[in-house]
């Protein structure tokens, strides 16, 4: 009974790293373009969450695994691979000082700089204006005149951030700079660039003070020190769960590279599809945009993001499949007692209640073990 209970958890546990990692396929990123005050993509001089990388799906080994139509057999579309005896680490990060101190900073509103002698610092919040060229012609895309920064993000191509440190509110500078080799816009791909930028604004955090401590938590902290120690416990608590996740992900990892698929299910990928295009709906809707636009401002044609939706669709379908292939194997069905119990602990692990934790799995795999 008790190696039952815990093969439970272990099944559950490799669900939780699925939706975690999303099926290894990343929609369009919100994050990859900013807004210009004309309201267009500004994602030139940005990397965003992307790292500036191309978004063609061409560049990824296209799956061409054999689509199966209506009912199937499990047995004839997936062979499991080993799920039990897995060779796991987990490692944690020790939290520095400089986490410590950039969380504080997290929690504290940002002001103003008002000494005109002040220097951009890393960690600050600047208000730029800025203009790319390349060979003296202003480019799409590499122009604001207000954008909030924060150095440190690595938001925008390498080199970028750096050239600010140590400018004055109201001082210009020129940047030369070049763009990645594998830059999503294909033109600037290696480009040589020359950025104009002048510092509009310097902002950062006020001094973490016993005053602030007392002002700020209503009395919880009475002191920076005690603060701070809040701060370290967090993160510590952070880096033990992000620990955990990884080595959940590590898990779900080495299953999968020992189970073949042989077919996929034509509805298990029309639904990871739905999934898919139904995200990057929501991404469009949250920046205000079409979709055909929005898909058009992240650089993708419609061909690649077509590409893009089958791989994702394709790599759900492998995933459905191997939890219904562990839920078969361990006889699990989700009216087991032991089955409430174990999603009971786990979503005690999380802090969260089942619901909450099943909730956001909904959209992934769930479905598959209810």
Not at 88 to 104: G, I, K, N
Not at 293 to 307: C, K
Not at 334 to 356: N, P, Q
Request: hydrophobic content about 35%; glycine content about 8%.
């Amino acid at each position: 009974m008790f190696m039952r209970k815990k093969r439970i958890l272990a099944i559950l546990c490799l669900a939780t790293a699925l939706a975690a990692t999303g099926c290894s396929n990343d929609t369009v990123d919100k994050d990859q373009g900013t807004t210009s005050e004309s309201g267009k993509s500004n994602d030139t001089a940005e990397e965003g969450a992307s790292d500036g990388k191309s978004s063609d799906i061409s560049s990824v080994e296209p799956d061409t695994t054999p689509i199966t139509e209506g009912d199937f057999a499990l047995a004839d579309c997936v062979k499991l691979g080993e799920y039990k005896g897995l060779k796991l680490t987990r490692s944690v990060e020790a939290v520095s000082e400089e986490d410590v101190d950039s969380y504080v900073a997290s929690q504290m509103n940002v002001e103003e700089v008002k000494d005109a002698k002040a220097t951009v610092q890393q960690g600050d919040t600047v208000n730029i204006a800025y203009e790319g060229t390349r060979d003296g012609v202003a480019f799409e895309g590499g122009t604001s005149s207000s954008y909030d920064l924060v150095i440190g993000s690595g938001r925008f191509i390498e080199g970028f951030e750096d050239g600010i440190i140590g400018m004055k509110a109201g001082e210009s500078r020129d940047l030369d700079l070049t763009f990645p080799e594998n830059y999503k816009t294909e033109d600037l791909r290696g480009a040589a660039v020359v950025f104009h930028v002048t510092v509009n604004k310097i902002s950062r955090a006020p001094e973490l003070t016993d005053e602030w401590v007392l002002e700020n938590t209503d009395g919880e902290y009475t002191t920076a020190e005690e603060f701070r120690q809040f701060a370290r416990d967090n993160l510590e608590t952070n880096k033990q769960n992000s620990a955990l996740q990884a080595m959940r992900q590590d898990a779900w990892r080495q299953v999968e590279e020992g189970t073949e698929f042989l077919q996929l299910p034509r509805a298990y990928v029309e639904e990871g599809e739905t999934e898919f295009e139904s995200g990057v709906k929501q991404e469009a809707a949250y920046s205000g945009m079409e979709l055909d636009a929005y898909i058009e401002a992240n650089g993708l044609s419609q061909e690649q993001y077509e590409n893009r939706k089958e791989q994702y669709g394709r790599a759900a379908a492998k995933s459905r499949l191997m939890l219904d292939a562990l839920q078969e194997a361990e006889g699990l069905s989700t009216e087991d007692e032991e089955y409430h119990e174990g999603l009971e602990k786990l979503a005690e692990s999380y802090g969260v209640d089942a619901d909450t934790l099943v909730a956001p799995m909904g959209r992934t795999l769930w479905n598959s073990i209810s």
